[in-house]
């Protein structure tokens, strides 16, 4: 069984900068189309960054330009770092993972992490 930890949550003044890790254990990250999302109270979950079938990054609109998506295969561990950070980017971060197979990301993503909370105060 796929389990994720999120990790590096914190809270953070306007302008300031995070990194979230998620280690994956009990199968090879390569092996799964990742993801970022978030959600904020009384608001929908938001997919942050997100890997499609090509490994190319798809970034929501109002994170880009601020917040990276990388990973590292060796280690089995996701990252997502953070710049600019504005109160608008408080939320719960989720770090999730979808099984890719033969070149396809299966949708919804099937793994989650349990989060961990970002607070950005102006």
């Known amino acids: 069984q796929v389990r994720l930890v999120e990790s590096g949550g914190g809270s953070v003044q306007a302008g300031g900068s995070l990194r979230l890790s998620c280690v994956v254990s009990g199968g090879l990250m390569s092996s799964y189309c990742m993801a970022w999302w978030r959600q904020a109270p009384g608001k929908e979950q938001e997919a942050v960054g997100e890997?499609?079938?090509?490994?190319?990054?798809n970034y929501a609109g109002s994170v880009k330009g601020r917040f990276t998506v990388s990973k590292d295969n060796d280690k089995n561990t996701l990252f997502l770092d953070m710049n600019r950070l504005q109160p608008e980017d408080s939320a719960i971060y989720y770090c999730?993972?979808?099984?890719?197979?033969?070149?396809?990301?299966?949708?919804?993503?099937?793994?989650w992490g349990q989060g961990t909370q970002v607070t950005v105060s102006s």
């Open positions: 999730a993972a979808g099984r890719f197979i033969s070149g396809y990301c299966y949708r919804p993503f099937a793994y």
């Open positions: 890997f499609d079938d090509r490994g190319n990054i």
